[in-house]
């Protein structure tokens, strides 16, 4: 599976005076006085700024007494999965839970292992085994409030380093991948679309994220967003996880033991014309802040290469009646139904998506079709 090999350098966006009363009025202040107390409040004001644009949307504190329940996602096995059963489930949500799959836990666990001495790099270690070349490498979260991270795919290797060895998490990788794949092909068949990639894996990209998951973590607080066409993370272990899903903002979802979590991104949803729902980012594990220990998320995204464009596909059997140029002429998203999206420059969307940190107002919202 092809990576994307696009280089840039990173910009980084970033996270009242007391009254006093008394019986005796004050003198006046004095000009200096006046133009410090301005420059004191102005700059309150944008430190409170940058904090409130950094919160999520529709985001309660919970209390101990009143932490939301988790749900449970519709769980399938993927045995016996159907198309149209997949998108009858997922559809729903924007995610559902897989079961009987052919990842053994004995794999997940060995992965999670090695992925874990990454953090126990010194910080040259991680920005030299991992470089910068974007979306790929490392970034240590410094500046943004967030966990560090590391991004690879399945071609990663360090064979010449004997600090670190990658052999499972490289081969987890690419059981989740080809896991994504029949997911992928089974949504384009339930949806009655041409499958993109079907014949040209080369058409595809894939990043297996892994990020430090620390006590009190907040929505967000992870690192950053990226588009996808689905997701992928094995439950190792019982523990919830949150997602912000288009069908109930931020949602706390409890997956069985050793069952797969699939997402639905960004590019599925243009892909689809807008019939699926999707999920904004990767699962978050959920820690409370008493608990003084940490962990990590390991979440595979199937996406696109940078060089790639995404629009709304072609319901199968349409493609015929297709003449040169033609194309925006079609009804694409089934019958009496018009285009939702507009089609995407997905390198420059990626790069606003990653760096932006959009969770006040979902990313797409630019693309769509206005009436």
């Known amino acids: 599976m092809a990576s994307s090999t696009h280089q840039q350098q990173q910009q980084q966006h970033q996270p009242l005076p007391n009254l006093h009363g008394g019986a005796t009025s004050a003198p006046p202040p004095t000009p200096s006085t006046t133009t410090n107390n301005h420059l004191s409040t102005s700059n309150a004001a944008d430190a409170l700024s940058r904090l409130l644009h950094r919160l999520p949307p529709n985001l309660s504190l919970p209390t101990r007494r009143s932490s939301p329940s988790a749900i449970s996602p519709p769980a399938l096995s993927f045995s016996s999965l159907i198309p149209n059963e997949l998108i009858s489930s997922i559809s729903q949500h924007g995610f559902i839970q897989l079961t009987d799959h052919s990842i053994s836990s004995e794999l997940a666990n060995s992965a999670e292992s090695e992925s874990l001495k990454l953090f126990s790099l010194s910080h040259d270690q991680k920005q030299s085994f991992f470089p910068q070349n974007w979306p790929f490498g490392y970034d240590d979260g410094e500046g943004d409030g967030l966990s560090e991270s590391f991004r690879f795919d399945s071609l990663f290797t360090t064979e010449s380093n004997e ?16 896991l994504g794949l029949n997911i992928i092909d089974m949504l384009m068949k339930g949806l009655g679309i041409e499958n993109p990639v079907e014949n040209d894996p080369n058409r595809l990209s894939s990043i297996m994220w892994v990020s430090e998951c620390l ?6 607080s992870t690192g950053g967003f990226y588009p996808f066409i689905v997701g992928l993370k094995y439950q190792i272990r019982c523990e919830k996880q949150l997602l912000l899903s288009d069908s109930g903002g931020w949602v706390s979802v409890l997956s069985h033991v050793d069952s797969i979590l699939v997402t639905v991104g960004d590019i599925a949803q243009v892909w689809s014309n807008g019939k699926l729902k999707k999920v904004r980012g990767r ?49 694409i998203g089934g019958e009496g139904q ?34």
């Open 163 to 178: 600090l670190i060895k990658l052999d499972s998490i490289r081969e987890f990788t690419r059981e989740l991948e080809k």
């Open 338 to 371: 018009n285009r939702v999206f507009n089609s995407i420059d997905f390198e420059d969307y990626a790069w606003r998506v990653y760096h932006e940190r959009l969770l006040f107002k979902d990313p797409l919202d630019r693309y769509r079709v206005t009436q």
């Open 215 to 220: 006590p009190g973590n907040k929505p967000g």
């Open 283 to 331: 699962p978050m594990a959920t820690l409370g802040d008493e608990n003084d220990s940490h962990c990590i998320t390991m979440s595979l995204l199937i996406t696109l290469p940078t060089e790639s464009n995404v629009a709304p596909l072609l319901p199968i059997g349409n493609k015929d009646k297709l003449e040169d140029g033609d194309e925006e002429e079609i009804n």
